[in-house]
């Protein structure tokens, strides 16, 4: 199916699940036709749609609860109930049972598709799966106290980002929810909260275009902030028919027995609610990875998929397949999923520019009329 087809299909099935904010799926569909590793992000749908095509030798692997969606900048910061700064995937918007084998290839085919880091595929691929093997034999959480320490000063916010956070806050719009969102919002903050505003905000790859909303409220003599986002059923789910009654599965996977979770993550009438502080942020690989570096945190990703994959009870028969895969298996899988995602985005832009060229030519026939 050609993939301006699959859009449509999936928008409109999407419009079932949420009241969409059709100014942010605009806005999505542009971002989608900037460069391929945005399109990527944009489209897991697509992918669940086409990934065992793509990569047929996969399909059996063993199936556990993934990530679906997982990609370079699907990962960031939370503080635990300890207080201690936690690294990790912090999206799990599409999570469902699939071969566990699909969220290694997806990690693999974002730094291939990414300009942003100085690494060859292959070598990514090796990183990737020796973090892997890692956290699949002694899971646990990446603590930037602890073993992960080595983190901390790429991740750490600056005096810069810490005002720009709150400057971003303050040039939101302020919005007037549905009753069960403002509840949300009071349940997600800490008793004796005062001054509560609720904010839209426009954010997001493949999530953009889903209400989005910002609240702050006065406690204990300063602002504190929540996010909530509408979750519906993951993407794989749609793409393999099995959407009617499926449920998301965000907690658990971010609650999942080798975490250490975010206390102020929570579910509550279709929204997933969390905290956001300057120091509860995504890596952004636009502010780069540092060089010589990419191996390091490739096998930090690894470890971390590793580490979330261990809590599935089927995880147990995923060392033997691995051990089977053929030692180039999963540079080649990147590869092969890349060129499916670059077919797309090929489409996709020669759409976008046919359609740019048709909003322009009333202007073209109005200038000739007047000449």
Same mark, same amino acid.
């Given at each position: 199916? #050609?993939?301006?087809?699959?859009?449509?299909?999936? +928008? @409109? =099935? *999407? &419009?079932?699940?949420?009241?969409?904010?059709? !100014?942010?799926?605009?806005?999505?569909?542009?971002?989608?036709?900037?460069?391929?590793?945005?399109?990527?992000?944009?489209?897991?749908?697509?992918?669940?749609?086409?990934?065992?095509?793509?990569?047929?030798?996969?399909?059996?692997?063993?199936?556990?609860?993934?990530?679906?969606?997982?990609?370079?900048?699907?990962?960031?910061?939370?503080?635990?109930?300890?207080?201690?700064?936690?690294?990790?995937?912090?999206?799990?918007?599409?999570?469902?049972?699939?071969?566990?084998?699909?969220?290694?290839?997806?990690?693999?085919?974002?730094?291939?598709?990414?300009?942003?880091?100085?690494?060859?595929?292959?070598?990514?691929?090796?990183?990737?799966?020796?973090?892997?093997?890692?956290?699949?034999?002694? #899971?646990?959480?990446?603590?930037?106290?602890?073993? +992960? @320490? =080595? *983190? &901390?000063?790429?991740?750490?916010?600056?005096? !810069?980002?810490?005002?720009?956070?709150?400057?971003?806050?303050?040039?939101?719009?302020?919005?007037?929810?549905?009753?069960?969102?403002?509840?949300?919002?009071?349940?997600?903050?800490?008793?004796?909260?005062?001054?509560?505003?609720?904010?839209?905000?426009?954010?997001?790859?493949?999530?953009?275009?889903?209400?989005?909303?910002?609240?702050?409220?006065?406690?204990?003599?300063?602002?504190?902030?929540?996010?909530?986002?509408?979750?519906?059923?993951?993407?794989?789910?749609?793409?393999?028919?099995?959407?009617?009654?499926?449920?998301?599965?965000?907690?658990?996977?971010?609650?999942?027995?080798?975490?250490?979770?975010?206390?102020?993550?929570?579910?509550?009438?279709?929204?997933?609610?969390?905290?956001?502080?300057?120091?509860?942020?995504?890596?952004?690989?636009?502010?780069?990875?540092?060089?010589?570096?990419?191996?390091?945190?490739?096998?930090?990703?690894?470890?971390?998929?590793?580490?979330?994959?261990?809590?599935?009870?089927?995880?147990?028969?995923?060392?033997?397949?691995?051990?089977?895969?053929?030692?180039?298996?999963?540079?080649?899988?990147?590869?092969?999923?890349?060129?499916?995602?670059?077919?797309?985005?090929?489409?996709?832009?020669?759409?976008?520019?046919?359609?740019?060229?048709?909003?322009?030519?009333?202007?073209?026939?109005?200038?000739?009329?007047?000449?």
């Amino acid at each position: 199916m #050609p993939f301006i087809d699959d859009d449509a299909a999936y +928008e @409109a =099935w *999407l &419009r079932k699940q949420c009241d969409v904010v059709e !100014a942010d799926l605009a806005l999505k569909h542009e971002r989608m036709a900037k460069n391929v590793f945005r399109f990527m992000r944009a489209t897991y749908f697509r992918w669940a749609r086409t990934i065992e095509t793509l990569c047929p030798d996969l399909a059996t692997a063993p199936a556990v609860l993934a990530v679906g969606d997982l990609h370079l900048e699907n990962f960031g910061t939370w503080r635990d109930a300890e207080g201690r700064l936690v690294w990790g995937v912090n999206d799990f918007d599409d999570a469902a049972i699939m071969p566990y084998a699909f969220d290694l290839v997806r990690l693999c085919t974002s730094v291939r598709l990414t300009d942003s880091l100085a690494i060859k595929t292959r070598e990514a691929a090796a990183s990737i799966l020796a973090g892997y093997r890692e956290g699949l034999a002694a #899971p646990r959480p990446s603590l930037l106290d602890g073993q +992960e @320490a =080595w *983190l &901390r000063p790429f991740l750490a916010a600056s005096d !810069a980002e810490r005002r720009k956070f709150w400057q971003d806050i303050d040039e939101l719009t302020p919005a007037e929810p549905a009753k069960a969102i403002v509840k949300g919002f009071k349940k997600s903050f800490p008793d004796g909260t005062s001054d509560l505003k609720i904010f839209t905000q426009s954010k997001g790859g493949g999530s953009l275009g889903r209400p989005r909303f910002v609240a702050t409220a006065e406690w204990q003599g300063g602002r504190i902030v929540r996010e909530g986002k509408a979750v519906i059923p993951s993407a794989w789910e749609w793409a393999h028919d099995a959407a009617k009654g499926a449920t998301s599965h965000f907690l658990d996977l971010a609650e999942s027995a080798h975490r250490s979770p975010d206390p102020f993550l929570i579910s509550h009438d279709g929204f997933i609610f969390r905290r956001l502080s300057p120091d509860a942020r995504k890596l952004d690989l636009e502010q780069g990875v540092p060089a010589g570096l990419e191996a390091l945190f490739l096998h930090a990703m690894g470890f971390e998929l590793g580490s979330l994959h261990a809590a599935d009870k089927n995880s147990g028969a995923i060392p033997a397949h691995l051990s089977a895969q053929p030692k180039s298996w999963l540079a080649d899988a990147a590869k092969a999923a890349a060129d499916g995602v670059k077919a797309d985005f090929k489409e996709w832009k020669q759409a976008a520019e046919a359609k740019g060229e048709d909003k322009s030519k009333p202007k073209e026939k109005a200038k000739a009329a007047a000449a």
